[in-house]
Structures are given as C-alpha cells and as structure tokens.
C-alpha cells in the first residue's frame, strides 16, 4: 500500500523557516519524481518544486531563492526548506509522487500558516 506522509507544518511568523518532510513508503522510491503542491483556500493547487530521481530541481517562480527541495533516498523522505516565508505562503502543502502520467499519488497534506 502507497502511503505519503507529511509533516512540518505549523504556524510560523513572516520570515520564519520551516521544514516540511514527507515520508514515502510501498514503491520504489528512488526511481520517483517528488514534488510539493500547495493550496490555499478558493484557490487552485500550485506547483512549488520538483526533484527528479536525477536530483535535478525546479522551482515555481514565487519561491525560488527561499524554498529548496532535497530528497534522501535512504530514508525514503522528500523535504521542504522554507526559508523567508511570506503571508502569501500560507496554504495546504501536499506532497506527490509520480513515475508516469498514469502513476501517481499524493499525500493528506500539511498546513503552513505564515502570520504575525
């Protein structure tokens, strides 16, 4: 059974950093694309950042230079470095797995709130 399982989330101040981490378990992981969406309220889910099974990354335009993606195959973990976070960040981070257009999976996600 495919499990994705978020964690990290939290209320945090503008500025503030946080580290989401997302724990993968029942496929191979390291042949996985690994991303993180967010979705705030009323609004569609975005794409933040992507990591390859390469290593390569990419990034949404509005985070890059703050959050980096990294991956350790070893612990079956994706996480989330958020650093100089912005009210505008306050959203549902999801974490997704993919292998092909037909292979996919998310997890339940996590809440990050960025307010004073």
């Known amino acids: 059974q495919v499990q994705l399982v978020e964690s990290g989330g939290g209320l945090v101040q503008p500025g503030g950093s946080l580290r989401l981490s997302c724990a993968g378990s029942?496929?191979?992981?390291?042949?996985?694309?690994m991303s993180w969406y967010r979705q705030a309220p009323g609004k569609e889910r975005e794409l933040v950042a992507t990591?390859?099974?390469?290593?390569?990354?990419n990034y949404a335009d509005s985070v890059k230079g703050r959050f980096t993606i990294s991956r350790d195959n070893a612990k079956f973990t994706v996480y989330l470095q958020m650093n100089n976070l912005k009210p505008e960040d306050t959203s549902r981070y999801y974490c997704?797995?993919?292998?092909?257009?037909?292979?996919?999976?998310w997890g339940q996600g996590t809440q990050v709130t960025v307010s004073s």
């Open positions: 990591i390859f099974s390469t290593g390569n990354t």
């Open positions: 997704h797995a993919t292998y092909s257009s037909s292979i996919k999976y």
């Open positions: 029942g496929f191979t992981f390291s042949s996985y694309t």
